[in-house]
């Protein structure tokens, strides 16, 4: 086991409601301070061909990125499938695969009752289908 941190952090004032911009959406009910962390929480990868005829799975799915040199993606658990995308976003997301943990942090200051977003880094022509 190569696990370094023995227990995950999740911030006792995130909750799931509806959303102005898609379906669920994450949001606080306290104001966040810039680089409060929000959520840590395991997640596991996938080659992108083994989700092709998944797109409901892919939908809640986020790039490997410079954890790999294959086209992965990575399944968050936790509120990790649930912030949805915006162009100016209020939260990123560092990967941590030594304790194999995606840890989701606040870019700014939000507001209570603000929604949390994150950057998918997709084009702007990309729909999902509902």
């Known amino acids: 086991?190569?696990?370094?941190?023995g227990r995950l952090f999740v911030n006792k004032h995130i909750y799931v409601a509806t959303s102005d911009i898609h379906r669920w959406?994450?949001?606080?009910k306290k104001k966040l301070k810039?680089?409060?962390v929000i959520q840590e929480f395991p997640y596991c990868t996938f080659p992108e061909e083994e989700l092709e005829d998944s797109?409901?799975?892919?939908?809640?799915t986020y790039g490997a990125g410079y954890l790999s040199e294959v086209d992965e993606v990575v399944l968050g658990?936790?509120?990790?499938?649930?912030?949805?995308?915006?162009?100016?976003?209020?939260?990123?997301?560092?990967l941590d695969p030594v304790n194999e943990v995606m840890?989701?942090?606040a870019l700014c200051d939000i507001d209570a009752d603000e929604e949390l977003v994150i950057d998918y880094g997709v084009?702007?022509?990309?729909?999902?289908?509902?």
Do not use: C, K
């Open 103 to 105: 840890r989701h942090y």
């Open 25 to 28: 959406g994450v949001f606080s």
């Open 77 to 94: 658990f936790g509120f990790a499938p649930l912030f949805n995308h915006s162009d100016e976003p209020n939260v990123a997301y560092l």
């Open 1 to 5: 086991m190569n696990l370094e941190i």
């Open 123 to 130: 084009d702007d022509d990309v729909e999902w289908d509902d």
């Open 34 to 36: 810039q680089w409060d």
């Open 55 to 60: 797109p409901t799975i892919e939908r809640y």
